[in-house]
């Protein structure tokens, strides 16, 4: 097994850990007796886990040993895993699950793994193949969970993504190359680093993209489950998660990302994308009438989400090389608060004004997607003056590093 493959895989099964509820929320809601309109908080408690873990945890992989922090976060990320299938009350549930999206941050640490071993040509590449797990994991999950919750109910979900979890922190150990970090030598310089971040143009930009970018997928993919499963769709779990595999093959077309941001096409391809985000919920919107127009929709979708996502952390990744962990985790950071603000505003909004209110929820995050890539180009700020004896950057190596239309993208 390859070393991008072994990565791909971490990066699926652990993502997987946040968004496996999404199609059996109807379920779990009946099975605990949670009203539909709390069934978001279900979701956004493992994603508010992995908020806390980019601030906190991600930092830690400019300093350690990536494998050994990997191998250690897919172990704890199983422990959570374990306790929501093993819920009898909500608040056990939401306990587990925000456990589990605290370690779920792997997915950061790996991406930065990918991205400091890749050669310099080949890391948009690289980025692009190993973020293709994160799309596998948050799609593919809701055609895994659907079904296994229609067999043998929803927490059998959870066991299986424990059993997987365990097994890939072993392979992990026995396959990849150690990584350790020399020059760095405190967590507070590392923490210090990730606040840094917040005043640089680049960074802000590119978070406030995935902000509102994930803030309209998480509308659709939480909230996506409450009109199917009524009237006059009415369809089970199982067929429910089927609909993540147009997502699947929306994402995966979007694989080329990197090889663009490569190229240095990353900003024309991220102000496309998010036009056709915002294009592609007219069809998103048609889903209590025409399952064909949503599936389409929602391969539009997911295409411009991951064609926005890689481009993103190529360009962060780039500028950053010392400090890739604390680039991605901090990016991801907007990711979180989007996705969690999208996965309790979308119930909200179906509760008061059906899928229409939900459909026009999402369109309108695309579109502050679009205005922040629209207004927020720069080329990234003068990096502050490193601590003593830890490498600094000036202004003019940065750019040279970002490199040409990239770089000021």
Known sequence: MGRNTVLAAVCAVAVASIYAAQPALAGIGADLDVPAADLGWIVAAGQLGYLA?????????DLRDRRRLIAGH?????????????????????????VAGLFAVVVQTTVAYAAASAAPGERGRTLGAVTSGV?????????????????????????????LLVTLAGVVLKTLPPDPRPGRSSYRDALADLGRLFRERLFVSRGLIAFFLFASFGTLWSGLTLPLSAAPWRLSAAQ?????????????????????????????VTL??????????????????????????????DFAVQAVHV??????????????SSAIGGYMLFYSLGSALGATATTTAFAVAGWAGSSV???????CALAAALTGRGRPARRCRSAPGRPGRSRRSARRTTGGRAGSS
């Open 74 to 98: 897919l172990v704890l990320t199983a422990a959570g895993a374990v306790v929501a299938a093993a819920a009898t009350r909500l608040w056990v549930l939401l306990a587990g699950l925000a």
């Open 135 to 163: 799309v596998l994991g948050i799609l593919g999950a809701r055609v895994a969970a659907g079904a296994l919750a229609t067999v043998w109910g929803w927490r059998s979900v959870y066991v299986v993504l424990a059993v």
């Open 240 to 268: 429910i998660g089927l609909f993540g595999l147009a997502g699947l093959v929306g994402a995966l077309g979007a694989a080329r990302a990197g090889r663009w941001a490569d190229a240095g096409f990353a900003r024309p």
């Open 53 to 61: 873990g980019l601030a906190l945890l991600v930092p830690l992989g």
């Open 361 to 367: 929820l999402g369109a309108v995050f695309a579109l």
């Open 311 to 324: 481009g993103n952390q190529h360009l962060l990744t780039t500028a950053h090389p010392e400090t890739t």
């Open 272 to 301: 496309g994308a998010l036009a056709l985000l915002a294009v592609s919920w007219a069809a998103i919107g048609q889903a209590p009438w025409s399952l064909t127009l949503l599936a389409i929709g929602v391969v539009a979708l």
